[in-house]
Each structure stands twice: as C-alpha cells, then as structure tokens.
C-alpha cells in the first residue's frame, strides 16, 4: 500500500492479486483503526466473497469511504459499524430468524409506510475494466471496457423506467458485469415497502440486517346484523415484520428504516365480535361476512377527476350488505413566504346497502383544491364528507381539516402547518387516519401521520430551494422558497364492502368488450355504434353504463431527413376512458384516429347529435423539426374520467434515426424514447417504432394498408413511427393506429 503524504490518496497493489476482504481490512489499518491487517480480520464480522482481483487500485485522492463502496459495490455486500463499534462486511440481509419482537402497541412509533420508488432498479448498466488491447491507441483502448446491461420490460411498463448505472473498475471480466447486472436487477427491480420507526434510546440494541416484529393497532368496526355502525370495543392488532436498513440516532431518539417483508403480516386480532377461523365474522343472521369484498380506492389525479361534475359512479356488487366509504380533503397548499399547508382530515361512514344501489363519489383532484371528499347516496343525500386542509397565507401555517366541519359516522382533524421561520418554511400538516388525528408539523419538519394516513412535507430552506409536497393525498405541503406552481395532493376515498358476495357478481358470459382498431375497421370517417337492446331494461331503473376507452393514433417519424441527419420519431397516442348511462336502442358516433390520416385526427365518441363529445384522446405528433421528437398526445387536451399523455418520440443522432414515443395506457403515462430504440409500451399501450440505423431502410412503423395484424400488435395503439436514416434512409415510419374499446355488462 502506498499514502502519499499530505494527500490522503491511497493505491494499493498494482498488478498483485488480492482478495477482496482483505484490502477491506487494509483500509480499516489505513484509516488507523487497527495495527495491521490480521487484527482487523479477526475483530471484522465477514463473511468471505470469493473474489478474487488480478490487480486493485483506487484513484488518486480517493478517500477510504469511497474506496469501500466500490469494494461493497463489486460483491453486492454492505458495510457498517455496530453500536460497540466492530465493523461488519455481509452480504445483503435476508428475513431469515427475527432477532426481536415488540409485543406491545407503541413499542415503536410507525411513524409511515411507504412504497420507495427511488429503490427500483428496473433497467441496469455496468461498466467495468478496460479491456487488455494491444497496438490501440489509449483513446481506442479507454472506449473498450467490460460492459454489461440487464432490464425487465413488466416493471418498467408498471413502475415507469428507472435507471441504475454503476462504473466500477473493480469489475475486470466480462462474466462479472453480466452477473452483477442480472442479480441486481432481480433484487430491485419491483416495489418495496418501507417503514420509517422511532424509539427512545436504543436499549435491545438493534443492528442493521436485524429482523424485527412490531405492532400496530387499528380501529375495529362492529358488523351488526347487516348493517354496519359504530366503533368496535375489541384491539384490531396488525404484527408487522421486516428487516432494518438503516439507523440513525439524535440525541434520545433512534430512527429505524425497516424493508417490510413479503410475508409481513403475521397473525393479530383484525376484528372485535366473534371471528371465524377465515378471519370472517357473525353478523348475527348465521352467515359469515369477509372484509372488504371490492376494495375500491380513488384518489383524485389518479381516477382523473377534476371540476364539475368529476364523480365516480359506484354501484353496490351483488351480495353486498353494508359497505364502509372513508374519505380524505385535499391538502393544503404552502405559501411561496413559507407557511406550511395544512393536512386533511379524514371521515369514515358506514350504511346498510341492497345490491345494485348506486352511490356518487367525488375524490377531488390537486387543482380542485381545497376541496372535500364526498360521498352521496342515490338519492342526492350528502353521506360523507372529510374537510381539506387550508392554504397557508404569508408565513403562517395554515390550520388542518377540522372533524366538527365533517359529515360521518367518525371524523378526525387533520394536523395543523408550521408557521416559517428565517432560515426555512414550515412543515404541512399531516392527514388524520381511521386510528386518529393527524400531527402538527414542528418549524421544518412535516408533521407524522397515524397509521394509514400521509405524513405532511417538509419545509423548504431558503437557500436550498423548495420545501416537499408531502408523501400521499392529504398531506399538507412544506412551505416553499419560491412558490414553484407545485400541485397540493389530491383528496382520497376509500370503498370497503361486506356481505356473502355470490362467486362472480359478474359472469363471464355477461361481461361484453368490443375491440376497434381504426386501420382494421375503417380508414376514414366515423362509424355508428349502437347501444345494444336490453330486454326488460326501464328508464327509471338502473342505468345502463358502457365504458369507452379510447386510444390515439401515433405520430408518424420525419418524413424529410437531411443530410448527415438522421429524422426524429413521431410521439405516441394519449389514452382516455369513460364510464357513461347509455340508453338501450340509442347509438354513438365512434372514430379511432387511423393511419395515413395525415396525422389530423384525434380518437372520439360521440353522442347521437355527432357534436357533443363524450370521449377524446389526442393523437401523438408528427416531428416539428429534425432536432425535435413529435411530441406525445396531450391529457389534458383529451375529455374522460380517466386521461394519461402519450410519450414523444426522440431526434435523430448522427445519420441514425429516433425512436417513436409510446402510447399511454389505463395506468400510465406513455414512454418518450431515448435514442435509436423506441420507447418500451406500457401495460394495455403500444411501443413506440425503432428509428432506422441503416441506408436504404425505412424507420419502423406501418406498412400499407397500416393493420394491426399479429406481425404489428405490439405496435398498436398508438405507437409513434420511427425516424428515417439521413438523405437515403428510405422514408419514415408511419405510427400505429389508433383503437376504441366499448364494455358493457348484459343483465
């Protein structure tokens, strides 16, 4: 090893194979925690990596924390320092044993759950080592290095794409980057849960990689022969279980950040009354009642709701008896002086119900802000309503969602914003939750959310920038520095039903989609879709509802490459849908925007009148210049409940041309290509079309007559066309065409 003096560099073993552990234990002697390095082996708790390096070095003015994390990098272990100080280098901790249960309610404070979209890997790079070359130039020699790329088209499809690149020369062979790659995406690239815990002192004491139980307690509701009312006299007990990633101290407190477990929960008390052995409880008539048999959950920018009327139709299932509607306001917004938006409160009410019966919800959206969550019976009776936060005005923390301003059955306040202060704004105030209030943000910091709530977000620093919005609908927003135009959260209803639900509350049989791609049906102008006859159906009896989705046709790639220069890829389609009452006999006017339409037209329904718009989604676009992708289809130029936006397409690089964007679907937002290749679909949308990397050959996208057939379905709905090669690239490739979907459900 040699330390420069007066540098703190350090490089170590230049062509000397060597053991990874080994130059761990050497930096521990380096960074003077130990005489040499058998003595930190024997005190280190490792376990051995197998690995073994050719040569190892590290670059000047490297410091001994970084070097350990390209050595924790290169074998996918992890390294700290327990409480007595020893140094642990494992492998990543797996729920094996649990090291320590808490057995009581409050042990440790669950101060949130959260799913940690920063953790997903879903697409990973890793460039290693150069390669050994001989009679290359060091330029040649430097762009030659071990490389290796692993993804998972499912995840990034769900969780959008996220990107982990690691450049590490610790990698020297090409079977170390592609294992590295396929076991790092395996691990990271779906959701985890995470809990954030508290406690005073450390006094178990806990370690990283400990698995732990926990308990937390939620409100019972008593389920009375048939109906539904009331608070439950008996604990509702949840054990949760995970693995500690993190701990922090300040002062008496300790903070845990814990993985939650697949299989957390555990066994615990879910409901007050007599319980069965499924978990079912009597409702006092002999029959059994499982919990929550439609689990519905609308937030307000995720249902797309927003403005007048922007409500949710819901209709009972069949053998539905009772159904709970809980409800969260809007979140307060901060002020761009500082204050701290308040939180939402939260009501909760529960009603005996007759299948079929229709209730109105209405989750509001950030930008119906502030605005209840409401809930109305078929009759126009409000059922339910849960107050929003209040804005904050200057630098004074605005006051949360007050229960006694709620309609329900049981209502809690939400937590209250923080006044700012010289240096930072305030924190949001937190949402109430079915176990109790929300808390009040203290100077900066967010206020925490009982279980199943939203903690508020933290304040902005005046120098640093903007404060946070808070991390779930509810949530008051962090006080900001500037006002940056970001969004409050939306509000939330949640939809729990009860009773002995018949197999399928819809059969198979009775459940009707029709498919329309527009090159497979028709190429131009509209059709006529009839409203199929219902036998027996009344005016004044339940309505008949027919959903429409509609998909937007693809932008088609540059048609006019220059030379030198590759063509940009057309954008991708936006997606629309809407529930509508439909009148048996009556009809609709439907297009699905088709190729070779000149890019013009956008997906629609129509009503009868052929004027009246009940659905539109925007078609993705044709490139504005060669240095510009088409842009994707706008949201918020379509018309449904639900909208997302079509990704764009990419510009030319060099001679190559850019990929399409792809088009959105139900869930997600369309991706924009990032190169050559076009974007990845999302679940139910079509990819966006490869720009062309060769002469004489046409970006991808549609041949004439522009069908959807098995060769191209992956491409439909939507897809934007790929970009052409430079002068003779042989033209663009046209984007996919666009598709209507109609369900409804025959009695």
Known sequence: MVVRAGLGSVKIYYYTSQVLENILADLLVWSGLYADRATALA??????TGITLKRVWFDSGDSALTATGKICERANY????????????????????IAFAFPKVGDLRDLSEAQDDGMIWNRVTIEGAER???????????????????????????????????????????????????????????????????????????????????????????????????????????????????????????????????????????????????????????STVPEDVCGD?????????????????????????????????????????GGGGG????????????????????????IDAPAAAEVYDDGSNLILSAEPGDDAVNNIGAAGGLAVACTGDVAYDGGDGADAEI????????????????????????????????????????????????DGPGAGMGGRYPDDGMLPQPGRIRVRCFGEPESESVSESSMVTEE??????????????????????????????????GWGMGGPGSTWPVYDRGGAGGGGGAYSKVTVAAVPGDHYHIRAGEVGSGGSVDTY??????????????????????????????????????????????????NNGGGGGSSAGPNADGNSAGGLSGAAAVEDGGRGCDGSDTSGVPGEGFDFPYDCDDSAKDMCPGGGGGGPYSTFGGGAGQGGGGKIRITYTLP
């Open 605 to 654: 329904v129509k009503e009868a009148d052929d004027a009246t718009f009940v659905l539109k989604a925007e078609r993705g676009f044709y490139p504005p210049d060669h240095d510009t992708g088409g842009p994707g289809g706008d949201a918020a130029n379509g018309i449904g409940d639900v909208k997302r936006s079509g990704g764009a397409g990419h510009a030319g690089s060099g």
């Open 343 to 366: 939180g939402a409160a939260y009501a909760r009410v529960a009603v005996a119900v007759t299948p079929g019966q229709l209730f109105y919800l209405y989750p509001p959206s950030s």
């Open 516 to 549: 329309i791609y527009a090159a497979n049906d028709f190429h131009s102008g509209a059709i006529q879709w009839n409203v199929p006859n219902v036998s027996g159906w009344e005016s004044d009896g339940p309505p008949f509802l027919v959903t429409f989705e």
């Open 132 to 286: 050994a070359m001989y009679q290359v130039t060091r330029d040649d020699k430097a762009n030659d290095k071990y490389k290796a790329e692993a993804f998972d088209l499912v995840s990034i499809g769900v969780n959008l794409e996220k990107n982990h690149a690691i450049n590490n020369h610790l990698f020297q062979s090409q079977q170390s980057v592609n294992d590295m790659c396929g076991i790092l995406l395996a691990e990271f690239k779906d959701p985890r849960w995470y809990a954030e815990l508290e406690m005073f002192a450390n006094p178990v004491p806990l370690e990283i990689g400990d698995l732990i139980s926990w308990r937390i307690q939620l409100q019972a509701i008593e389920v009375d022969s048939g109906s539904m009312s009331g608070e439950g006299s008996g604990d509702v007990t949840i054990d949760i279980m995970g693995i500690i990633r993190d701990v922090k101290i300040n002062d008496a407190k300790v903070n845990y950040k814990v993985e939650v477990a697949d299989d957390f929960w555990s066994t615990g008390d879910l409901w007050s009354g007599s319980e069965s052995a499924s978990g079912s409880i009597d409702s006092g008539s002999g």
């Open 423 to 470: 240096e930072f704004g305030g924190g949001g105030g937190a949402t109430a939750g079915p176990s109790g209030p929300g808390g009040n943000a203290s100077f900066r910091h967010g206020g925490h959310a009982p279980f199943d709530g939203h903690d508020g977000g933290n304040g902005g620093f005046v120098v640093l920038g903007p404060g946070e919005p808070g």
């Open 297 to 337: 959950d609308f937030t307000g920018n995720d249902s797309g709701m927003s403005g007048s009327p922007g409500y949710v139709v819901f209709e009972v299932p069949s053998g539905v008896t009772a159904v709970t509607f809980e409800g969260w306001g809007t979140g307060g917004k901060s002020s761009s002086e």
């Open 43 to 48: 005190d280190m708790a490792y376990v051995p």
């Open 78 to 97: 992890r390294y700290w320092h327990a409480f007595d100080g020893q140094p642990y280098f494992q492998p990543a901790p797996v729920a094996e044993a």
